[in-house]
């Protein structure tokens, strides 16, 4: 799929609202929803996950859901199909079953070549058990209005099938699981495979077929269709890797899909502050139209290159793709760049370049978040866009205005913004429209009565409780916007003077640390958490933080044999400067981290007393490393000449 498109765009408002809640008897609830006005389709789910009832867990879901087969406990399977639904479900789960019901209606629809135009209404249910490393269910579904690709049953005004579905551990990474299908109109259909997950590569290979005769539901239940399908990531080192999924397909019935389709891909990346690039090529059949909201059965080729960079404050992207075949005759490149300014203030800049056949267009937008006082931000851009087609030339500007408001805490925020086109002298290019754009969202956390009461300020009933305050200093300067944690549940986030106040602790013992996502990108508290304190009873206590830059070491040991680099495991590597010493031990798989280090140039030494060597080899001499930045992907070859 391309990115937004550049052309036919139209006024447009969205709305999003999003949050969650741990609930009091465990488990969670989780509401997300995004709505567009006039075409942009409802996205959303309320639900609850992971609640206690009995000896059960329960699950349940209302919007988006997913109907897909079980791949075995851990449901890791590379290839998973899947037919997403808007509806509800719910199920329970133990130690050693599970139990589930769904009903709902196609979200994407696509129709066969002879099918029908209404979307049918599927519903069903599902039965696993588990023992031991293997596993067994069935599963029942049916369906309403479906659609076939043989003439003769598509007349048919219900159907539905059954599927056995089976699957053992051979060992700890290797698997076997098989699906078999029964539709009520004779149709059967199977699917079987094995995967494998080692330690530099995931493989599975699997074939199916599925009858003429059953349902029309893609990609699920494909009919016509018999074929070998395989898929694999294998990791060439710690920072690249070559993947791919290709099937071959005897029947061209259905979608019309060719004889063989799937994508090939290459990623490669060199460390922080430096670039990592992906280049992907794929064909398939079936292309999500954003401006539809359809999707569209029709052959389809694409090539993507992506070249990105990222560090601690940067992020800069380049994609450039191309797509033929079909209806598709598109070439684009986006550019995206984002940059942390100071500690709260943030620059965002994107651009679009597009070539269709009889016209190209360029379009680029920016904007700065930045901080008003206090939990207020502000948010002003411009951008504009140039079309040049067979109609003439079109452009026009662009303005966006917005504001941010932190409204309790940390939890809820709203985010406002309108965006105005206007004239540059040329006719308009329609490619910006009036928009207002509004985002709510909220997080509360607590888990119980006594914590609701200190959310709304009020000291729990019959509990002795203190306060904890404190300032948060950069080089002696206030730091505004930390989140600082007592006991892992209360919360305060500085003030414009760096200060904090956390009211209605239990008095005695506690701790007191940061959210580091709350922290400036870099930087840390000098001396370590969490810190102990006692909280006195009707009393304060105070607990100062300072702040400090630190920097990212991380990296791989590798020793040369006959020809081949190999981990080295167990060895020691010391990072030493002035009055700073650090040392950790390599893992398995040769690597080692350093996430404390303060700025500044290191000597490194590696210790190999204890290492897990093929052959005797020497220790490499001290060198030194400049630690300015993040330094990630670093390689120290041992016995190599």
Same mark, same amino acid.
């Given at each position: ?12 408002? @969205? %709305? ?7 609930? /009091?008897? *465990?488990?969670? #609830?989780? !509401?997300? $929803?995004?709505? +567009? ?125 059954? @599927? %056995? ?7 700890? /990474?290797? *698997?076997?699981? #098989?699906? !078999?299908? $029964?539709?009520? +109109? ?140 079909? #209806? ?123 914590e609701l009461y200190r959310r709304v300020g009020v000291a729990p009933p019959g509990e ?178």
């Amino acid at each position: 799929m391309l990115a937004t498109p550049l052309f036919n765009t139209q006024w447009q408002y @969205t %709305a999003l609202l999003f949050g969650s809640q741990e609930l /009091s008897a *465990g488990g969670e #609830a989780s !509401l997300w $929803m995004r709505r +567009g006005f006039p075409n942009m389709q409802t996205e959303g789910r309320l639900g609850v996950s992971g609640v206690p009832a009995g000896r059960w867990r329960l699950d349940a879901t209302l919007g988006d859901i997913a109907l897909e087969q079980p791949t075995g406990r851990q449901r890791q399977s590379l290839i998973v199909d899947e037919l997403p639904l808007e509806g509800a479900e719910l199920s329970l789960r133990s130690e050693r079953q599970e139990i589930g019901f769904f009903a709902g209606q196609p979200k994407y629809y696509v129709q066969p070549p002879e099918g029908g135009t209404t979307k049918p209404v599927i519903a069903g249910a599902h039965w696993i058990r588990y023992r031991g490393a293997s596993w067994f269910g069935i599963s029942a579904a049916g369906v309403r209005d479906p659609s076939y690709v043989d003439d003769e049953t598509y007349r048919a005004a219900n159907a539905g099938w059954l @599927t %056995a579905d089976a699957g053992r551990d051979l060992s700890a /990474s290797t *698997g076997v699981f #098989a699906h !078999l299908y $029964m539709g009520s +109109g004779g149709g059967l259909g199977g699917r079987a495979g094995l995967e494998t997950h080692l330690p530099r590569a995931d493989l599975l290979a699997g074939v199916f077929t599925f009858g003429r005769s059953l349902p029309f539901l893609y990609p699920l239940l494909r009919p016509g269709e018999t074929g070998l399908e395989v898929s694999a990531n294998y990791r060439t080192s710690e920072m690249s890797s070559l993947f791919g999924h290709l099937s071959w397909v005897e029947g061209e019935r259905g979608t019309g899909r060719r004889r063989a389709r799937g994508l090939v891909g290459l990623s490669r990346g060199w460390g922080s502050g430096l670039p990592t690039v992906q280049i992907v090529y794929s064909r398939d059949e079936v292309v999500f139209d954003p401006q539809t909201v359809a999707l569209q059965p029709r052959p389809t080729n694409r090539i993507a290159a992506t070249v990105s960079e990222a560090t601690s404050t940067d992020l800069v992207s380049l994609r450039l793709e191309r797509a033929w075949g079909g #209806a598709e005759d598109r070439a684009q490149g986006v550019l995206t760049y984002r940059r942390a300014v100071g500690l709260r203030s943030l620059l965002n800049g994107s651009a679009v370049v597009q070539r269709e056949p009889g016209r190209w267009g360029v379009t680029a937008e920016g904007d700065l978040q930045f901080p008003l006082g206090g939990p207020w931000y502000g948010l002003t851009g411009l951008g504009g866009a140039f079309i040049d087609s067979q109609g003439g030339n079109t452009a026009e500007g662009l303005i966006k205005v917005g504001v941010l408001r932190q409204l309790i805490g940390t939890g809820l925020s709203l985010r406002v913004e309108g965006l105005a086109p206007f004239s540059v002298g040329l006719p308009r290019s329609d490619r910006f429209r009036r928009e207002v754009a509004v985002t709510l969202g909220y997080t509360l956390g607590w888990s119980s009565l006594s914590e609701l009461y200190r959310r709304v300020g009020v000291a729990p009933p019959g509990e002795t409780v203190g306060e904890v305050v404190g300032r948060v200093t950069l080089q002696g300067r206030p730091v505004v916007g930390v989140v600082v944690v007592v006991q892992d549940v209360f919360r305060a986030t500085t003030g414009r003077r760096g200060q904090y106040r956390v009211r209605f602790v239990p008095a005695g013992p506690a701790t007191v640390t940061v959210d580091p996502d709350s922290l400036p990108p870099r930087i840390s508290v000098l001396g370590g958490l969490p810190r102990h304190i006692v909280v006195p009873p009707n009393g304060q206590v105070e607990v100062d933080l300072a702040l400090a830059e630190f920097s990212f070491f991380q990296g791989s040991v590798v020793v040369c044999e006959q020809g081949k680099l190999k981990a080295v495991a167990g060895a020691v590597v010391r990072a030493r400067r002035e009055s700073v010493s650090q040392e950790v031990t390599t893992s398995t798989m040769g690597g080692f981290a350093f996430d404390r280090l303060p700025p500044g140039t290191y000597t490194i030494e590696v210790e190999l007393g204890s290492a897990r060597l093929p052959r005797q080899v020497a220790a490499p001499k001290p060198f030194q490393v400049d630690l300015g930045q993040d330094r990630m992907g670093f390689v120290i070859r041992v016995g190599c000449s």
